[in-house]
């Protein structure tokens, strides 16, 4: 099983900017694809970006295309986003997890608790 801690989040004004990190352990983070998702108040969970085992091809939910990216240090078994241009609607528990495949990702372990990202406008 992989253990998932994520971390990076808090308050920021519209506009800002957070890098969310996601520290892997358990299995070999090089093998799997990752992906960040993100749950927003009396809503379901929902994908954000994947990313695959290397690193070289990345996948975005249409909402956070051209303001987010996601990246990964295989060495250090960490995926990265950084969120530029925050929007209150971004506001969420955002979430990493092993994916099954980047273009329809299914989080194939248990979920971490999260780190919180809220938007003030």
């Known amino acids: 099983q992989m253990q998932l801690a994520e971390s990076g989040g808090g308050l920021v004004q519209a506009g800002g900017f957070l890098r969310l990190s996601c520290a892997a352990s358990?299995?070999?983070?090089?093998?799997?694809?990752m992906g960040w998702f993100r749950q927003a108040p009396g809503k379901e969970r929902e994908f954000v970006a994947t990313?695959?085992?290397?690193?070289?091809?990345?996948y975005y939910e249409d909402a956070v295309k051209g303001r987010f990216t996601i990246s990964r240090d295989n060495a250090k078994n960490t995926v990265y986003l950084q969120m530029n241009s925050l929007k209150p609607e971004d506001t969420a528990v955002y979430y990493c997890n092993a994916v099954s495949n980047i273009v329809v990702p299914i989080g194939l372990e248990v979920w971490g608790q999260g780190t919180l990202v809220t938007v003030s406008s």
């Open positions: 990313i695959n085992r290397s690193g070289g091809r990345a």
């Open positions: 358990g299995r070999t983070f090089s093998n799997y694809a």
